[in-house]
């Protein structure tokens, strides 16, 4: 699949680039995405949540009442769950919510998901540029330029260009990544993909390294 490279700007540069068959023209393996985003957003999780249960709450482990000829339900001490301010059931307690995921199908993952992108006509290739400053108003310019301002973005770099992150990182929808940050949530959230000519370069290179 060609794909026609254009400026930062909007102009046409007359060239195209053909985008690897074994990355963007893969069938896609909806399961492997599944695994991946689920990995990705489980590893983000904090699992700091915790609630007391009976043991460690404070109050007076007497007994309420006597347990017989009250007419009532039998009662232990104030900490039980069943009363105000008492200990609660099967409450959350901290966990590690992150789990293995083989590389192999972190990969599959990341080409199916770029397999979506290419198949949807989602994909736009950039010629190789960088900010004299950080400037988010030029970075805005960039976007209406390409249509997309009112697109969720994600641009791809293939390596770190400080003035290009800087300028991204506070426009609302749009996010700028190395190819090497490059991951399937990202790829999956996003309506357009943007790829420099080294953004692209370097994906090949790190998906198709053995």
């Known amino acids: ?3 026609a490279v254009v400026k930062y700007s909007g102009e046409d540069t007359g060239r195209k680039v053909s985008l690897a068959s074994d990355i963007f023209g893969i069938e896609p393996n909806d399961h492997a995405i599944y695994l991946d985003v689920k990995n990705i957003l489980a590893n983000k999780r904090q699992g700091t949540a915790k609630s007391k249960q009976r043991a460690e709450i404070k109050g007076s482990s007497k007994k309420l009442k006597k347990q017989k000829g009250t007419g009532g339900a039998r009662a232990g001490n104030i900490k039980n769950p069943l009363y105000r301010g008492g200990g609660r059931v099967f409450g959350p307690q901290p ?3 992150s789990f293995k995921l083989n590389k192999k199908v972190k990969d599959l ?4 998901a770029l397999a979506y992108k290419a198949k949807g006509n989602a994909i736009s290739v950039l010629e190789d540029f960088d900010f004299e400053a950080p400037k988010t108003k030029q970075y805005l310019s960039m976007l209406g330029a390409l ?9 791809v770099l293939g390596e ?3 003035n290009i992150v800087l300028s ?3 426009i609302k929808n749009s996010k700028v990544v190395t190819a ?11 309506d357009r993909l943007i790829l420099l000519e080294s953004g692209m370069e370097m994906i090949g290179n790190i998906l198709n390294k053995q």
């Open 109 to 112: 993952a990341r080409k199916s």
């Open 180 to 190: 090497s940050q490059l991951n399937t949530y990202d790829l999956m959230n996003a």
């Open 160 to 162: 770190n260009k400080k």
């Open 147 to 155: 249509s997309m301002a009112d697109k969720k973005t994600l641009l």
């Open 95 to 97: 966990r590690d919510y």
């Open 168 to 170: 991204g990182r506070n």
């Open 1 to 3: 699949m060609d794909v």
